[in-house]
T-cell receptor, first 113, second 114 residues
Framework: GDSVTQMEGPVTLSEEAFLTINCTYTATGYPSLFWYVQYPGEGLQLLLKATKADDKGSNKGFEATYRKETTSFHLEKGSVQVSDSAVYFCALMSGGSNYKLTFGKGTLLTVNP | DGGITQSPKYLFRKEGQNVTLSCEQNLNHDAMYWYRQDPGQGLRLIYYSQIVNDFQKGDIAEGYSVSREKKESFPLTVTSAQKNPTAFYLC?????????????FGQGTRLTVV
């Protein structure tokens, strides 16, 4: 079945540092890939997505590229801010799994001033 | 405003009691989902529904039940058979857009069983 493996945290960075959170996946067919962000006590918000190989999703300075050859969708940001502190989830959805959204375990990011 | 509303935000129940969590959406989405979130375990799928009057079990359906009588509503009942019901519960709905599909989430309900 589908699965997502993402970098375990927690990750602690200083403001303006470079961020990478690794994500790899296993899926049947051609999944859509997503990064969601969760702030304390809240639901999940879609951060970015990519629907086919070599697509780059981007939003709020975050980027991730759909790499079919390495089955990866790593999240990057060039300069993090304190307000980026949150839990980040990598996820996929495929027709082969009846469009269920499968999540990684989440990575807690803390950015210090 | 269009969105997904989960209520209540916090819920306390005594052990052995059934409890129903509400999820309503006005996005006109066909598909709806329930997830459970526990620390360090990510999100696990409980039940999902692709269309009214139809639903399927997810990965951890034991001790839970759902109904989908209306497109807008997908309530989740946590029964006394659920051995460890204390958790954060998230409801989601899914749409198709011009560039694919994506899911939208409610703000969650934190259930504490004492």
């Amino acid at each position: 079945g589908d699965s997502v493996t993402q970098m375990e945290g927690p990750v602690t960075l200083s403001e303006e540092a470079f961020l990478t959170i690794n994500c790899t996946y296993t899926a049947t067919g051609y999944p859509s890939l997503f990064w969601y962000v969760q702030y304390p006590g809240e639901g999940l918000q879609l951060l970015l997505k990519a629907t086919k190989a070599d697509d780059k999703g981007s939003n709020k300075g975050f980027e991730a590229t759909y790499r079919k050859e390495t089955t990866s969708f790593h999240l990057e940001k060039g300069s993090v801010q304190v307000s980026d502190s949150a839990v980040y989830f990598c996820a996929l959805m495929s027709g082969g799994s009846n469009y269920k959204l499968t999540f990684g375990k989440g990575t807690l990011l803390t950015v210090n001033p | 405003d269009g969105g997904i509303t989960q209520s209540p935000k916090y819920l306390f129940r005594k052990e052995g009691q059934n409890v129903t969590l509400s999820c309503e959406q006005n996005l006109n989405h066909d598909a709806m989902y329930w997830y459970r979130q526990d620390p360090g375990q990510g999100l696990r799928l409980i039940y999902y529904s692709q269309i009214v009057n139809d639903f399927q079990k997810g990965d951890i359906a034991e001790g839970y039940s759902v109904s989908r009588e209306k497109k807008e509503s997908f309530p989740l009942t946590v029964t006394s058979a659920q051995k460890n019901p204390t958790a954060f519960y998230l409801c989601a709905s899914r749409t198709w857009s011009g560039d694919g599909t994506e899911a939208f989430f409610g703000q969650g309900t934190r259930l504490t069983v004492v």
